[in-house]
């Protein structure tokens, strides 16, 4: 098993470019989150999803979209990238929710100049 | 608004010594606290408490829980070089909700 795979790991983007961020998880769980975390700052949940094809968001959505067509991968697609959404992005599995740990994959570090 | 505190923010010991590192939390409809271990990278899972009082323990690592006054602590005793690394102490609530803390930042 691999758990839970990001790519890139490291990326610099001109502000107003976008990209996607790749996660995939080979655990057939049904749960997926991104998260940003800032120096200093805990984990902020950005999107999530409960299965395929159905997302919601958290708590800071503005500026990212997500999709969830498989129930492996929840890719994380930034329009627009402002120096605001320089950080470092975690995406995250989890078998069920609330009771449930989360794995998490090796994290995406995003530098917005 | 829900919240995770934990504290202190940073502490730094030599080999051989105990800590104890806090987290308490404001939320509504608590289900369950979690600690991780963040080294250079992704956090890792440490332990999953549900019920006040009873104690979890792994190795020279160990957590307990009081629901009553709102707090976790997570206790390493005999303090190795790899044990430094940030402590992430996280709450859910309600259905999906994880609400992580800043994290404590130990240094051994």
């Known amino acids: 098993n691999a758990g839970v795979t990001q790519t890139p790991k490291f990326r610099i983007l001109k502000i107003g470019q976008s990209m996607t961020l790749q996660c995939t998880q080979d655990?057939?769980?049904?749960?997926m989150y991104w998260y940003r975390q800032d120096p200093g700052m805990g984990l902020k949940l950005i999107y999530y999803?409960?299965?395929?094809?159905?997302?919601d968001k958290g708590e800071v959505p503005n500026g990212y979209n997500v999709s969830r067509s498989t129930t492996e991968d929840f890719p994380l697609r930034l329009e627009l990238a402002a120096p605001s959404q320089t950080s470092v992005y975690f995406c995250?599995?989890?078998?069920?929710?609330?009771?449930?740990?989360?794995?998490f994959g090796p994290g995406t570090r995003l530098t917005v100049t | 608004e829900d919240k995770v505190v934990q504290s202190p923010l940073s502490l730094v010991v030599h080999e051989g010594d105990t800590v104890t590192l806090n987290c308490s939390y404001e939320?509504?409809?608590?289900?369950?606290l979690l600690w991780y271990k963040q080294e250079k990278k992704a956090p890792t899972f440490l332990f999953m408490l549900?019920?006040?009082?009873i104690e979890k323990k792994s190795g020279r690592l160990s957590s307990i829980l009081d629901k009553k006054e709102l707090f976790s602590i997570l206790n390493i005793t005999a303090t190795q070089t790899g044990d430094s690394a940030v402590y992430l102490c996280?709450?859910?609530?309600?259905?999906?909700?994880?609400?992580f803390g800043t994290g404590t930042r130990l240094k051994v």
């Open positions: 995250a599995s989890s078998y069920g929710t609330s009771v449930y740990e989360q794995y």
């Open positions: 655990m057939n769980h049904n749960y």
């Open positions: 999803s409960v299965g395929a094809g159905i997302t």
């Open positions: 939320v509504t409809n608590f289900r369950s």
């Open positions: 549900t019920s006040s009082g």
């Open positions: 996280a709450v859910t609530s309600g259905t999906y909700k994880y609400i």
